[in-house]
């Protein structure tokens, strides 16, 4: 029986929400894998077995609970460095061990909303005006209303947690967003406001090619999609989405694309915001959350799936890929 090594935590601000992705994937995996959680941490990495957690070893890919076992498949499923950006990916790589991911270069790129949504760009998707921000003083606020308008987001462009985000409506506020956001983030973008409809479409590789799921419209209670409407109940995530046939059929398309443009494997899900009809691509999402009260069990659910055989295909795919 193969051993599956579920890295989950990692170190950005989501670390709960990882484990809890990482708990409902190895829940529901296919019962002639062995699974195990890899607990990630800045100390220490450790494997999480019952109420015991077992020391893991990095450069032999191994943990001992009494006997001394090499993980042969990886699943990386942290929100944040260093899963998302593609990291562990690459650890994984040097050691030969297959996993059921993204590689490092579309983690990276894909990690990074800014240079992401100007590679996407220069393939004819459309995305919201930005400003990308090295140094919190490298704009002023006049700057940056003046190029944008209002309101703008202010986000971390290097960071996959859904912290440090605003929506700026008035000048006073552009300065404190700028540093929230450089408390979570290297580098920040702006992004011109859309008003429009936020849907989002996971996409992942069938036996018989790319797929991409049914929408879910997002409708947050609060300003935008934030760590609270994601996470703690605070938005209505309707699937399948409230939308015409032909911007469902469209939106769909455009992810499919995406996914193969990027070189994406697994799943992955694309959120878009639909301005008078048009898909705007908002983020690509490598790691999409995966706890039973996530987006993504949602579409396999109403697309009359489940998460078992979902993971199963999944697994066939990609092993046979890699």
């Not at 296919?30 to 893991?56: C, Y």
């Not at 005006?129 to 003083?137: A, G, I, T």
């Not at 209505?236 to 070189?263: G, N, W």
């Not at 908002?282 to 055989?309: L, R, W, Y």
């Amino acid at each position: 029986m193969k051993t599956v090594g579920i890295f989950c935590g990692g170190f950005s601000s989501e670390w709960e929400i990882s484990l809890k992705s990482a708990q409902t994937i190895q829940d529901n995996f296919p019962k002639e894998f062995s699974t195990v959680r890899i607990i990630v941490g800045r100390e220490n990495w450790n494997v999480s077995i019952g109420e015991e957690l077992f020391p893991f070893d990095l450069n032999t890919m191994t943990f001992n609970n009494g006997n001394q076992t090499k993980i042969d498949i990886g699943v990386v499923y942290i929100h944040g460095d260093p899963g998302e950006n593609g990291k562990i990916q690459a650890l994984l790589e040097m050691q030969n061990i297959p996993y059921l991911n993204s590689g490092p270069l579309a983690s990276a790129l894909s990690f990074d909303k800014w240079y992401c949504n100007q590679f996407l760009k220069g393939f004819g998707i459309n995305v919201a005006k930005s400003l990308f921000l090295m140094d919190v003083n490298q704009l002023s606020t006049e700057d940056i209303i003046k190029e944008l308008g209002l309101p703008v987001f202010v986000k971390p462009s290097d960071s996959g947690s859904s912290y440090g985000i605003s929506k700026v409506k008035v000048v006073e506020e552009m300065l404190p967003a700028l540093n929230k956001a450089f408390k979570e983030g290297r580098t920040v973008v702006v992004e011109s406001f859309l008003d429009g409809i936020e849907v989002t479409c996971g996409v992942y590789r069938k036996t018989n090619g790319v797929f991409a799921l049914p929408l879910t419209e997002i409708a947050s209670e609060n300003e935008f999609f934030d760590y609270e409407a994601k996470y703690l109940g605070k938005s209505q995530e309707i699937t399948p989405a409230r939308v015409t046939d032909e911007v469902r059929s469209d939106v769909q398309k455009q992810a499919k694309f995406i996914y193969e443009l990027m070189q994406l494997k697994s799943i992955a899900r694309i959120d878009f915001m639909i301005v008078n009809g048009v898909p705007n691509v908002i983020e690509v999402n490598t790691t999409p959350g995966f706890s039973s009260a996530s987006i993504v069990p949602q579409m396999i659910k109403c697309d009359g799936g489940n998460i078992h055989d979902f993971w199963k295909e999944i697994i066939e795919v990609e092993l046979k890929n890699s």
